[in-house]
């Protein structure tokens, strides 16, 4: 078979569909070999893997080369050793991960002396074909990657994505259309307007003209929260609690703002009483609904009234929490919201959508108009006048992908409904989770979950290890290929300075609080296992 068939076009659907099984059938096999959420040892062990893996493909494509007589290439095929599939100790061909799980001792990175690079960076002269390359790469993806489908991997809001989402993907990659000019995305473009819209509406239902645009995520959300609010007033200056995500500060240093004036908060969230003494008309406040630290959300109804009081600016940046807006038993949650001028969303969160899945909705459509920018060959006022939709103007970048196609597809296959119940499923477990956290003796619960983060310490940090030995059990459980958790700093301290505090952040909508049982008692063993080391180890302090 041709490897440089097409994915388009007559026979592009039929090739697809032979090439696709062969992609899923590596992929089985690599999380087969992974068995666990997160491949162990880790980088040091798997870039060790991966050079080793080298070998092994770099053999198929010397057979190839023996076949035709010619030699292949030596630079990065000879000299590898022995395959070592990701998650293998090279010694003795023993399972890193099962290793650990069973009292052996994982390879830890900080232990090498170098972390080897993967291969020397020579592309193959002489390809291997389209199924042998896509069966081996896809198993080494597969068996190399964080699974967030593993309940066990529950660090980030990092979700796994529903499977028409993905599906839905393939169609939009095989027709490529491009979303910067209507004549490269004529019915793309129009579902994308229609998904906008209906997503423009979520957020502002009272509003007589609101409208929305596709982002890679809430960090070009927050980007273009502040563009808007600097081009309706140069003098912008950003101001945001101490809980905000780090992409506001970014973001007002690229666009040449003023540093962010961050104001305090409690519990993780602002403080409305402390915008009053800062605010002026030419602020704009970003309020956070679903923090990443804790899933906190800031309290809306009273931060727009200072904003509005003041007549300064209101972002939010609801990229976690936002989607709480299709169930009706959480969407009060954000009450306030609809008062906004401008919101920041994420599908690739609640919403289960492959990275990325961004979504910036305005209160007032012609916001949107700073956007506006002319390339004759791609949006001429001809071709405007004439009726051809500009679609230049519906981001600050130029090529981009059909991304609301998928998204489009999942709301139409499951609608708000189906996807409020998905959020409420990760909520009520997160809730339960908390609960479990609070009757166990070996961990303590920073605070009831708002939406699905679950934040805990294991007490033996409180009583003896502090936050080194906090940190050491996330690594150890990453490097065992056990779990894959968060960490959060909040000013819990006896004077209030930073504590550092595991997270679980549960995005897995068909988990129950019993899948995770086995990782609260985990944590706690692995504390009291790294405890025990600490006081062993001749360079503890």
Not at 65 to 80: L, N, Y
Not at 462 to 488: K, P, S, Y
Request: one cysteine or more; a negative charge; charged letters at 20%.
């Amino acid at each position: 078979m041709r490897a440089d068939g097409l994915a388009g076009g007559e026979g592009g659907a039929d090739r697809l569909g032979e090439l696709i099984p062969v992609a899923l059938r590596g992929m089985a096999a690599g999380i087969a070999e992974r068995g666990g959420p997160v491949p162990a040892g880790g980088p040091a062990a798997v870039a060790a893997a991966l050079v080793a893996e080298g070998g092994e493909l770099g053999s198929v494509a010397a057979a190839l080369d023996a076949e035709r007589g010619e030699p292949g290439p030596a630079v990065g095929r000879a000299g590898r050793g022995p395959v070592v599939a990701p998650g293998l100790a090279a010694e003795g061909g023993e399972p890193v991960a099962a290793a650990a799980r069973t009292g052996g001792r994982a390879v830890r990175s900080t232990e090498s002396a170098a972390v080897p690079t993967a291969g020397t960076g020579a592309l193959p002269r002489r390809g291997v074909g389209a199924e042998a390359a896509l069966e081996e790469l896809s198993r080494l993806l597969a068996a190399g990657s964080a699974d967030p489908a593993d309940p066990a991997c529950a660090a980030h809001l990092h979700c796994p994505p529903l499977a028409v989402s993905v599906a839905a993907d393939v169609v939009a990659s095989a027709l490529n259309p491009s979303m910067d000019s209507w004549d490269q995305a004529p019915v793309a473009s129009e579902l994308e307007r229609e998904f906008t819209t209906g997503i423009a509406r979520l957020c502002y239902p009272g509003a007589e003209a609101p409208d929305a645009v596709v982002t890679t995520g809430g960090t070009e959300s927050n980007l273009l929260g502040l563009l808007l609010a600097r081009e309706r007033n140069p003098r912008t200056q950003p101001v945001c609690g101490a809980n905000a995500h780090h992409s506001v500060a970014r973001a007002a240093w690229l666009l040449g703002l003023p540093a962010p004036i961050v104001v305090p908060c409690e519990g993780d969230r602002l403080l409305p009483g402390a915008l009053a003494g800062v605010l002026t008309a030419d602020s704009v406040v970003v309020a956070t609904a679903g923090t990443t630290n804790t899933g906190t959300l800031d309290p809306l109804p009273e931060i727009a009234e200072i904003c509005r009081r003041h007549e300064a600016r209101l972002h939010v940046d609801a990229a976690y929490g936002g989607m709480a807006l299709c169930s009706e038993t959480l969407k009060t949650k954000l009450n306030g919201l609809e008062l906004a001028d401008s919101v920041a969303l994420d599908l690739h969160k609640f919403g289960w959508q492959p990275v990325a899945a961004g979504l910036f909705a305005a209160r007032e459509a012609a916001d949107l108009g700073a956007l506006t920018v002319r390339a004759e060959y791609l949006n001429a006022d001809d071709d405007t006048e004439a009726g051809l939709p500009d679609l230049l103007g519906r981001s600050i970048r130029t090529s981009r992908r059909p991304d609301a196609f998928r998204m489009a597809v999942t709301v139409h296959a499951l609608g708000t409904e189906g996807l409020g119940a998905l959020v409420e499923r990760c909520c009520t477990t997160a809730t339960e989770v908390a609960r479990r956290v609070e009757e166990h003796p070996g961990l303590r619960l920073w605070g009831p979950p708002e939406l699905s983060t679950v934040v805990l310490r294991p007490v033996v940090a409180d009583e003896t290890g502090g936050d080194e030995l906090v940190a050491r059990v996330r690594r150890a459980l990453l490097e065992a290929g056990t779990a894959v958790i968060g960490r959060a700093a909040l000013p819990t301290g006896p004077s209030g300075e930073n504590q550092l505090w595991l997270k679980l952040t549960l995005l897995h909508p068909h988990t129950t609080a019993d899948d995770y049982r086995p990782l609260l008692d985990r944590i706690v063993a692995t504390a009291g296992a790294e405890l025990v080391a600490g006081r062993e180890s001749p360079v503890a302090s």
